[in-house]
């Protein structure tokens, strides 16, 4: 798999110091399982957090803290309850399973949003207004021309689809930010699916755009 478009240096560090929200987390971390290059960048940015934590002032801690750390782990544990037994991993059009950063996840149905395009909506157990949607298109389908109110990440899983800053097979990352329109087109080779999240909101109009957005809301 030969990757050609990675997130942003800017992305990766606010991943690498948790601070992109869940959706985009999550989004991320399906590229990095497949990147090793991004894997190495998050890494670099994991060891220089490590370094500058190391240069701040250690604060002393309460006299009482070590004994009250000792009897939470001398105290006696709950019983556990039976683990439930597992439900089958979802699986993607085709019996592909979903890339291992969203194997916790619960994929919604198939959603009609116009000719060619359908939507499912990924809920995330821990995490229940997480925002993150894939979309499967067919192919030579264009989606509207949109921009968005923030960033918008997408990663391919399968197929490829082209806009005018580049086509995108599987691995590669589409990372838009509110200054870019942008119109996805599949290729005619096959349909695409594509996992995607935002931070803020699609800008669109028209009817087809009202149902894309409101499938991102779910």
Do not use: N
């Not at 890494?43 to 500058?52: C, I, K, R, V």
């Not at 250690?58 to 556990?80: T, Y």
């Not at 949607?133 to 399968?158: A, C, D, N, W, Y």
């Amino acid at each position: 798999m030969s990757i050609q478009h990675h997130p942003s240096d800017e992305t990766l560090l606010r991943y690498a110091a948790g601070r992109l929200p869940t959706a985009p987390s999550l989004v991320i971390a399906t590229h990095l399982a497949s990147c090793p290059a991004c894997q190495a960048r998050v890494g670099t940015f994991e060891a220089m957090g490590g370094a500058l934590l190391e240069q701040v002032t250690p604060e002393p801690m309460e006299p009482e803290a070590l004994a009250r750390l000792l009897a939470q782990i001398d105290a006696p544990q709950a019983p556990r309850r039976p683990t439930p037994p597992r439900k089958p991993a979802p699986t993607l059009p085709g019996g592909i399973p979903l890339p291992a950063p969203l194997r916790g996840c619960e994929m919604g149905r198939w959603r009609w949003l116009g000719p060619g395009v359908r939507a499912s909506s990924l809920t995330l157990p821990y995490d229940r207004s997480a925002r993150l949607t894939l979309l499967r298109v067919g192919p030579g389908r264009k989606l509207p021309e949109h921009g968005h109110t923030g960033l918008e990440f997408t990663q391919i899983i399968t197929g490829s689809f082209s806009d005018g800053f580049g086509q995108y097979r599987p691995g590669d990352l589409s990372e838009m930010d509110a200054e870019i329109d942008h119109q996805p087109v599949v290729d005619p080779d096959g349909e695409c699916i594509c996992l995607t999240a935002m931070e803020g909101e699609m800008r669109i109009g028209g009817m087809f755009g009202r149902l894309l957005t409101s499938i991102a809301r779910i």
